[in-house]
């Protein structure tokens, strides 16, 4: 959203032609909340990357909008992974509010990177984090890249090296979790970052997860420009999954006005014995100074994530959020009406 209230989104498509579909390109809708009929009006769609006849196409886009900007001269950000040339990490601009966009400038070495977010600090500088090699044997972590004036951005850089999750009992059955990250830069130019990593959990006592990589959710921090990072913050407050066998696991950040920095997350520590995919969403409250605040549950009651769905089953890859001065609203994937249901929950500020 930009300084004016105006909405963007973005979105996958593909045209079907004789003998299946076009490559994955990708579409990027404007909108703007109507209080006469209390929708949200879309315009039409326009399109920062269209994948050329032939090609793998595209897939995780992610928007940000520059905060000093709004309405028809919003700057425009989105960052997707592009399978074309070796996959990699590419990002695009909007000047002029959505309308047309620039070139791709690519920010990865080829490999596996997905889960690209972009966010915009006070001064208008760029930032993007992905994730390295995801579900590769090997070499995975969290990276980033930053330019102060665009297009001129730096080398990829290693913030972490990441532990991936083994797959969770019953959660989507045939799907891993991701360890994407996610991100948010306060007032100050400070760059937040988070992700789920299983480092903290092998060896488990459940003897059937015992050699299981569980997740949980780390935090860290730059407070000048990306030179230095914080040690890590454990954001789950019940314990190292090696002890629990509990899975923490989609987390999304976002920092309100006040630059308070929020976190939603799936979570089964009120699971059943031996049930997995009971599950529940939890949100905290991070800061410099007191670190992690108690962990609240948002969900009402515990739902199964193994349902049955018309579509493909599944939970993820992200869920999300957005904090405002004085509530931090959560928005994810729910099965408690024995299919994969859009809920939302909030966590009161003051």
């Known amino acids: 959203m930009d300084s004016a209230g105006n909405f963007y989104f973005s979105k996958l498509y593909s045209v079907p032609i004789p003998g299946g579909f076009t490559p994955i390109s990708i579409a990027v809708h404007k909108g703007y909340f109507d209080p006469n009929t209390a929708r949200v009006i879309w315009g039409p769609p326009t399109v920062p990357f269209a994948a050329p006849p032939g090609t793998a196409g595209a897939d995780k886009p992610h928007i940000a909008v520059d905060p000093n900007t709004s309405g028809a001269t919003a700057t425009v950000y989105l960052a997707f992974t592009d399978f074309n040339a070796g996959q990699v990490i590419r990002i695009v601009r909007s000047v002029d509010g959505a309308s047309t966009w620039s070139a791709p400038i690519t920010l990865s070495k080829p490999g596996v990177p997905l889960g690209a977010i972009p966010r915009v600090g006070p001064i208008g500088e760029i930032y993007v984090a992905w994730e390295r090699n995801w579900a590769q044997p090997s070499g995975q972590a969290i990276m980033i890249a930053k330019a102060t004036a665009w297009p001129s951005f730096s080398s990829e850089l290693v913030v972490s090296n990441v532990t991936p999750l083994t797959r969770i009992p019953s ?47 780390l935090l860290t921090y730059s407070p000048d420009g990306l030179s230095n990072w914080s040690s890590f913050a454990v954001v789950n407050d019940d314990g190292f999954p090696s002890a629990t066998c509990t899975d923490h696991f989609y987390p999304w950040l976002s920092i309100d006005p006040n630059d308070g920095v929020h976190l939603g997350w799936y979570d089964n520590r009120l699971r059943a014995p031996l049930r997995y995919d009971l599950t529940d969403t939890y949100a905290a409250t991070f800061n410099i100074v007191g670190g992690v605040s108690p962990n609240i549950r948002l969900t009402s009651c ?39 249901d859009a809920f939302s929950g909030g966590l009161p500020l003051r």
Request: with cysteine; aromatic share 14%.
């Open 302 to 340: 515990t739902f199964s994530t193994n349902v049955q769905s018309t579509c493909q089953l599944v939970f993820g890859d992200y869920n999300g959020g957005y904090a405002t001065i004085d509530r931090f609203h959560y928005a994810w994937g729910d099965g408690r009406n024995g299919d994969p």
């Open 171 to 217: 959660f989507n059955p045939g799907r891993e979790p991701n360890e994407f990250p996610t991100m948010g830069v306060d007032t100050r130019g400070r760059v937040y970052l988070a992700w789920n990593d299983g480092r903290y959990g092998s060896g488990c006592p459940d003897p059937g997860r015992a050699s299981d990589r569980i997740g949980a959710i």
